[in-house]
């Protein structure tokens, strides 16, 4: 595991952004695993400046980590507006190569099953953007989940909920179940960057670089991952 420390969100943005570029760069028609989240904005917002200035998106394909159960695309706390509004109505990737579980859809078995299916099908993921949940949660994968998951149902932490109330009107309207990538799915794809920004990370990220491997960490099985770099900043390394 590579462990990169930088000075803050800014820096930590820049340089995953150009990992990213690296990536698209090597192989155009790369498959790309992306995360929401406050952590990736600034992410986001410079690989649409590299695109800006003449980067090509157009042969990617981007899977998604996760959606709620229950919000429509249009709902402006859904994930598929976020990426809209923060990444993918500024780059060219094309709107059929784009994935995110559908958190509608009338048997939810059936749509984790089809989301496993394509991954399959476009070849896996080759590059893989996480954040960290204060409680070590990546996707949406909760203390407890089992290493072997593929795609499936969550039932979302109570922590997770209360983390995620800052975007909703209140505390109330927080969906309580998500549609997200297992562990299995992420442990899959061939490079891994996770990102951690700020104090309220800290622990989460010692107890994923330190600690043991265990379900109550879910990104401590990063530990057993052959190609990993988290990039954190100074507050969310200040444990290490
Ligand atoms: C989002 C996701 C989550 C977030 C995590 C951190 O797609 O999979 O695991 O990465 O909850 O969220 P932020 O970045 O808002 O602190």
Redesign the pocket.
């Known amino acids: 595991m590579n462990v990169v420390v930088v000075a803050n969100f800014d820096s930590m943005s820049a340089e995953v952004a150009k990992m990213v570029f690296a990536q698209i760069v090597r192989k155009p028609d790369s498959v790309l695993g992306l995360?929401?989240?406050?952590?990736?904005l600034g992410v986001y917002s410079l690989l649409a400046e590299y695109h800006a200035r003449g980067t090509d998106f157009s042969r990617l394909t981007t899977f998604?980590?996760?959606e709620y159960v229950g919000l429509a695309p249009d709902h402006p706390q859904s994930?598929h507006w976020y990426m809209r509004e923060n990444f993918f109505s500024k780059v060219n990737i094309k709107p059929d190569r784009i994935f995110i579980p559908n958190g509608m859809a009338e048997d939810l078995e059936a749509e984790c099953l089809r989301y496993d299916e394509l991954i399959k099908q476009a070849g896996g993921i080759d590059l893989q953007l996480?954040?960290?949940?204060s409680n070590g949660?990546?996707?949406?994968n909760e203390p407890g989940t089992e290493f072997g998951t593929t795609t499936h149902i969550v039932d979302l932490a109570e922590s997770?909920i209360r983390?995620n109330a800052r975007f909703f009107e209140s505390i109330d309207q927080v969906p309580t179940r998500a549609l997200?990538m297992g562990i299995k799915s992420i442990m899959q794809a061939k490079e891994v960057i996770l990102m951690a920004s700020g104090g309220s990370?800290a622990d989460a990220v010692c107890a994923a670089v330190k600690g043991p491997v265990t379900t109550a960490v879910p990104a401590s099985v990063l530990q057993l991952h052959p190609c990993v770099t988290f990039v954190v900043d100074q507050a969310a390394a200040s444990r290490l």
């Open positions: 995360a929401t989240g406050s952590t990736p998604n980590l996760d994930y996480l954040g960290i949940g949660h990546i996707g949406f997770t983390d997200s990370k």
